[in-house]
C-alpha cells in the first residue's frame, strides 16, 4: 500500500512538474520581458518605431499584436485535431515532446534576437507560442490517465502552484542578472536580456523531462487517419448543438467570450503599455509583473470566498465592472504611482476571474453528461478566439489612432458587452 501510495504521488507529482517547466514561458516570454526587450530593441535612436516586416512598414507594437493574434488563430484550427489524436492515440508523449522542443528551442533562438532582424524575432515568437499552447493539449489529457476522477481538482491545482513557483523563482533569477549584468559578466543590460531566453528554453527543456520520463502511457498504435483527425472538431461541433439549446450556458459562453478578450489583451500588453506610454523602466516594469503574479494568488482566493457568500455570477458581475473601471483609469494614467495602482487592481482581478470562471463553467455543465472533455475542448476554443480578436482589435486601433490608450479604452466594450450577457444568465450559487 505505501509502495503504491509513493508510486501514485510519483506520477503526480511528475505530471505538476510540467507546469513549473512551461509556465517560465508564459511568464518571462510573453508578459514580462520579451515584450519590453522587443520594444527596446526595435525602436530606433531617433524615437522611430517603425519597424520594416518583409517589406512591410509598421508599428513595431502593432507587429506584435498582430503577431500574438497569428499564433492563436492557427491553435484554434489546430486543437480540435490535436485533441482526437490526444484521446485516441498512445504517442501522447510524442506529441507533448514535440511541441515543448518547438516551444523551448524558439524561446531559446530568441537570444539572437537584435532588433534588425526584426522578422527572425516575430517568427521565433510565433513558434514559441505554439509550441506552450500546443504542448498543453496532450499535457491536459494525461490527467484522467494518472489520477482518479475525485482528485481532478485537487491535482489540477497542484500543477497550478506548481507552474507558479517555477515562474516566479526563474523570473526573479532573471531579474537579478538584468539589474546586476556587469557582476555576472555581461557587457551590458541587453546582453543579459537576451541570455535569459536562453534561461527559459533550458529550464523548460531540463525539468520537463522528469514528465516526460515519470508519467505512463497506455500502448496504443497511432492512426493518423482522417477518422481521428476530424474526430476533436466533429466532437466540438456536438458540444455546441447540445450547448446552444441550454440558454444559461450559452449565455454565460458569449459572455465568456467578450470579457476574455479584454481580461486577455490586458494581461499581454500590460508592460507594453507602462514601457510606451509612460516610459517606465524595464527592471520597474518586470517587478510590478512579478506583484502581480503574487497578488494574483490573493485575488483567487479573495473572489473564491466572495463566491462562497454571494454566489460565481455575483463575483464575475463586480469583477467586470472594475474591470470596465480599470480600462476607464489607464486612459487616463500619466505617472508610475497611478500605473502601481493599475498594476494592483489587475493583479487581484487577474486571480479571481481566471479561477472563478473555468469553475463556473464546471458548474453549468449538466451533470449527467459524461464527454466533459468536449465541452472544455469548447472552451478553450472560445478562449484562443477571444485571445485573437482582442489582441487583433488593440493592436488595428493603436495604428489607426497611434495610441495604446485609445486601444485600452476600445477593451471597455468587451466588458460591456461580456457585462450584458452575464446579467441575465442565471448561476446558481
Known sequence: MIQSLSSYNKKINAWCMYDWANSVYSLVITTAIFPIFYNSVTTSDSGSDIVNFFGINIVNSVLYSY?????????????????????????????????????????????????????FGIICSVLASIGFTGSL????????????????????????????????????????????????????????TQFTFLLVGIWWILFSQLTLYFIPEKSNKIDLSKKILLFGANELIKAWNYIKNIRDLKLYLFSYFFYSMGVQ???????????????????????????????????AYFFAYISKLKGNKFSLVVMNICWIFICFSAYYTTNENQFYL????????????????????????????????????????????????????YGYIEQLTGSMRTSILALMGFFIIGLIFLIFTKIKK
Open 137 to 192: 493539449v496532450f499535457y491536459n489529457a494525461f490527467l484522467p490517465e494518472i489520477s482518479e476522477a475525485k482528485d481532478f481538482d485537487k491535482i489540477s491545482a497542484r500543477g497550478y502552484s506548481f507552474g507558479y513557483v517555477g515562474s516566479v523563482i526563474l523570473l526573479i533569477i532573471c531579474l537579478v542578472l538584468i539589474q546586476n549584468y556587469e557582476y555576472f559578466g555581461f557587457s551590458d543590460s541587453k546582453n543579459a
Open 67 to 119: 503577431s500574438l493574434s497569428f499564433s492563436f488563430l492557427l491553435l484554434t484550427f489546430f486543437q480540435p485535431i490535436l485533441s482526437g489524436i490526444a484521446d485516441y492515440s498512445g504517442n501522447k508523449k510524442f506529441f507533448l515532446r514535440l511541441f515543448m522542443y518547438m516551444g523551448s528551442l524558439s524561446c531559446m533562438s530568441l537570444y539572437f534576437f537584435e532588433g534588425h532582424n526584426v522578422e
Open 265 to 299: 489583451t490586458i494581461m499581454l500588453v500590460a508592460s507594453y503599455f507602462g514601457d510606451k506610454e509612460l516610459k517606465l523602466e524595464q527592471s520597474k516594469l518586470i517587478m510590478t509583473i512579478l506583484i502581480i503574479q503574487i497578488i494574483a494568488i490573493f485575488g
Open 342 to 393: 493599475l498594476a494592483l487592481g489587475v493583479g487581484i482581478l487577474m486571480g479571481g476571474i481566471q479561477s472563478l470562471s473555468r469553475s463556473t463553467f464546471s458548474k453549468l455543465i449538466p451533470s449527467n453528461r459524461t464527454d466533459n472533455a468536449s465541452f472544455f475542448n469548447f472552451y478553450a476554443i472560445t478562449y484562443n478566439i477571444s485571445v485573437v480578436i482582442g489582441t487583433f482589435t
